[in-house]
């Protein structure tokens, strides 16, 4: 979006800034703008100059010898251009003086080109006159410019005026960043309107008289709207006796100063509308449409229609289309049809001003594969209420111009009317989210600026249909800040209890789960959440396992991704599989992966998403070491105590006497275990591999960071050693449980230190031998108090036919 600083000022007309004054303001109130051109950047001592003589040059055949009269001097000018005439008025750059660029149309230098007088062929010149392109500006945008010369200014400029002055080009053209929330700024009115508001000054809407002869349009045309979803509003009116010519000299200068060539003043008038309110607007010649009739509905499945740009278009029921009484004329909000273009010859044509629905028009414009300054509008979704003001200015303009004559009355097809948004005023609440002091005045006075009423009566702040953006308290508070100042807000913290910053308590376990896995000498291994149902033969899963019930993708990339993972051992053991096959030794991978669980299938509603701290190694560690990993990783986010590793672990891809449920609390944590040969053989797995899964959803109700500094103990400790033969089906599990809950409250530590199986063990028993460590933190314990406890301890092991080794 670009708009000229001298266009602004026509709306408000008390600006006076510099424009880098203006462009950090601008910014620092929420119009951000990218930069800006000085159109007269280098254009120094440039007049205008009447051409009073011409004689060849006598050395030379393609030069001439022009003396130029520049106001308060006659001065002697030697030229190649052929363009030339006597009384011509053209731009003369005066000895000293600068002009932005050469006559070859290529890049500007950087500091202009000084123009200084000399001799050409033995004759002193003592000036230059200039072509557009020395001027800076690019001949595409001057209808009247010829393609090699001299530019021709009007006959009625004075001589010795400020040339740059009477071509527009004391000017500032500024680059703006646009959010698509603020389709009201896609309009110099909108940016306009900012700008009051940023430097306090009074804006002043373009005056629009009222227009049409005593004629009624009805008589003319009629418009039957048959999709007021796609369109919410269709405005026309007709004008007659066009009489087409060059649109004056400010409403082109406007024009370039956008990017917009001027073309006519019809054409000219449509596309100055639409810079102006950022509503696009569109003239058909009344004469070509059939019946006198408008209508508006969508196009046909495989119709073909032909735009202006003479390209032959496919439709489909979704493209809205502008229809006469018999054929379609224009698809909506994007191009016309070659078929109603206006020509030379119009002498009556209809003006159009719609609201389109944005989205439909993306979507339409996308599919045709043309994207035009009017579809890029209408996609941001704009205010039906700026249609009729849009029209109205037009039509204004049309008379003004002398461009034809406005017939009466107009065609106004607006079913739902769009209502202002109302959003309870509450400045406490306000400043509570801004973290600011502003009082309830200073927050009124902001809105009255931005044109955001108050209504007392329900304290209520109501904005205008064209702030589509303002809904909500947020969005209030939004436009008090800026306009406040965030350079002015104080630096605070949010009133709560995140103000002391962090992560989640589900985040740190990762984070202390990645931490624990690589330093214990594990790598990170990342897969997909999406598997194929191979998976599930390749784990060996029993028909009716609980990970075959997976929730199916419904435009997967390819049969290897067609579902949502219901468990993550697949890609712990490719990832393992992979490194095995390259030769790599020793291995250590992790993965902090989610799983899907449907609730039910068909899904009806979102999967149970879980995240596992998947673990697996193979090379020189075993079960235990795993077992060792795990259990690093509960003690450090705080689990100890309470933990079993129950041997019933049903995991089918396990080997099935080295496998383990991890529980805690009766709660079951994971699983651990061998990998089952099989499988092993499945993923080219050539060594025993070892896996451990953890529920993180389930681990965290247990987590406890609360840890409490204990002195150095102050009493000396009693120890005693036990040798025990186990029936081999009982677990030390089971024996540190009958330890534990029998030890008392002087029972320190116990740790087991020896397993033993041989000939001087009966046969289907063991040998398995503690150390016990008793202490009393108050006193000396005594020998007879720790007898006490190990014969308690002994007899509870007796009854499970554990018996002390002799």
């Avoid at 202002?420 to 509570?432: A, D, L, Q, T, W």
């Avoid at 406890?704 to 009493?715: M, Q, V």
């Avoid at 190990?790 to 036919?801: F, V």
Wanted: net charge negative; proline share 4%.
């Amino acid at each position: 979006m670009d708009t000229a600083l001298s266009w602004i000022k026509a709306y408000v007309p008390d600006l006076d800034v510099t424009p880098s004054e203006y462009t950090d303001a601008m910014t620092l109130t929420g119009t951000k703008v990218e930069g800006y051109k000085e159109l007269d950047k280098n254009l120094e001592k440039i007049v205008v100059g009447e051409i009073l003589s011409i004689e060849k040059h006598p050395d030379a055949n393609k030069l001439i010898i022009c003396q130029v009269d520049v106001g308060n001097e006659k001065i002697q000018i030697v030229t190649g251009a052929s363009n030339v005439s006597v009384g011509d008025k053209v731009p003369v750059v005066l000895d000293g003086g600068k002009v932005a660029g050469g006559h070859d149309g290529g890049p500007l230098p950087e500091n202009g080109i000084k123009i200084k007088k000399g001799k050409l062929r033995g004759v002193e010149s003592f000036g230059m006159m200039c072509s557009i392109d020395e001027l800076g500006q690019d001949k595409n945008y001057f209808p009247d410019a010829p393609e090699n010369g001299i530019y021709i200014l009007p006959k009625d400029s004075k001589v010795g005026s400020d040339a740059i002055e009477l071509l527009g080009l004391r000017d500032t053209i500024f680059e703006y960043e646009i959010t698509s929330n603020r389709v009201d700024c896609y309009g110099v009115i909108g940016i306009a309107r900012e700008a009051a508001a940023t430097f306090k000054k009074k804006f002043v809407l373009p005056k629009v008289n009222q227009t049409g002869n005593s004629e009624n349009v009805a008589d003319y045309l009629s418009v039957e709207v048959r999709d007021s979803e796609l369109c919410k509003r269709y405005v026309a009116r007709v004008v007659k006796n066009i009489k087409l010519a060059p649109s004056p000299a400010w409403m082109q200068e406007r024009l370039r100063a956008v990017g917009i060539r001027p073309i006519n003043n019809i054409v000219d008038i449509t596309n100055y509308v639409m810079a102006e309110y950022g509503q696009p607007m569109h003239a058909f010649d009344y004469d070509l449409l059939e019946g006198h009739k408008i209508v508006v509905d969508r196009a046909k499945d495989g119709k073909e229609f032909e735009t202006l740009d003479g390209m032959v278009r496919k439709l489909d029921k979704d493209i809205l289309m502008i229809n006469d009484g018999k054929k379609a004329v224009a698809v909506a909000g994007i191009m016309g049809g070659e078929n109603s273009k206006i020509t030379d010859d119009v002498t009556t044509m209809v003006f159009e001003c719609a609201t389109f629905d944005g989205t439909n028009i993306r979507l339409s414009s996308k599919r045709l594969g043309l994207r035009t300054d009017s579809s890029g509008k209408f996609e941001k979704g704009l205010d039906p209420n700026n249609a009729y003001d849009a029209m109205m200015r037009a039509c204004s303009l049309v008379e003004e111009l002398g461009a034809g004559e406005v017939v009466g009355g107009c065609v106004d097809v607006y079913p739902v009317k769009a209502v202002e948004s109302r959003v309870k005023f509450e400045p406490e609440r306000i400043n509570k989210l801004l973290g600011t002091d502003i009082s309830r005045e200073d927050m009124l006075e902001i809105f009255d600026r931005i044109e955001l009423k108050y209504d007392k009566e329900t304290d209520e702040i109501v904005a205008p249909t064209f702030r589509q953006d303002i809904h909500f308290m947020a969005d209030l508070a939004e436009e008090v800040a800026r306009f406040f100042g965030y350079d002015k807000i104080p630096t605070t913290l949010p009133k709560s209890s995140a103000a002391i910053g962090g992560i989640n308590l589900k985040l740190e376990i990762e984070e202390l789960a990645r931490d624990v896995a690589k330093f214990l000498g594990f790598s990170e291994a990342m897969n997909y959440s999406f598997e194929s149902t191979k998976v599930f033969d390749k784990l060996n899963l029993s028909k009716d396992s609980r990970y075959r019930k997976a929730i199916e993708i419904s435009n997967p990339l390819g049969e290897d991704f067609k579902i949502m993972r219901t468990q993550a051992v697949n890609g712990i053991l490719n990832s393992l599989s992979t490194n095995y096959n390259r030769r790599n030794k020793d291995v250590h991978l992790f993965e902090l992966a989610n799983i899907y669980i449907p609730k039910e299938l068909p899904l009806k509603e979102l999967p149970d998403e879980r995240m596992q701290f998947v673990l697996g190694f193979y090379g020189k560690e075993n079960f235990f070491d795993m077992k060792g990993v795990v259990e690093e990783f509960l003690y450090t986010i705080g689990i100890v105590g309470k933990l079993h590793y129950d041997p019933s672990c049903k995991e089918e891809f396990l080997h099935p006497g080295r496998k383990a449920d991890i529980v805690f609390d009766g709660v079951r944590l994971g699983y651990l275990g061998e990998v089952h040969p099989l499988v092993c053989e499945n993923y080219k797995l050539g060594e025993r591999t070892y896996i451990a899964v953890l529920d993180l959803p389930n681990i965290i109700p247990f987590v406890n960071f609360d840890i409490k500094y204990t002195g150095i103990a102050k009493y000396p400790p009693i120890s005693r050693d036990i040798s025990l033969v186990v029936p081999k089906n009982i677990l030390v599990g089971e024996i540190e449980d009958i330890i534990e809950k029998n030890g008392g409250s002087n029972l320190e530590s116990f740790k087991l230190f020896d397993i033993y199986e041989g000939d001087q063990i009966e046969a289907g028993f063991k040998s398995v031998a503690y150390s016990l460590t008793f202490r009393n933190k108050e006193r000396t314990l005594l020998d007879t108090e720790v007898n006490e406890v190990m014969d308690k301890i002994l007899n509870k092991l007796e009854a499970k036919n554990i018996k002390i080794r002799s």
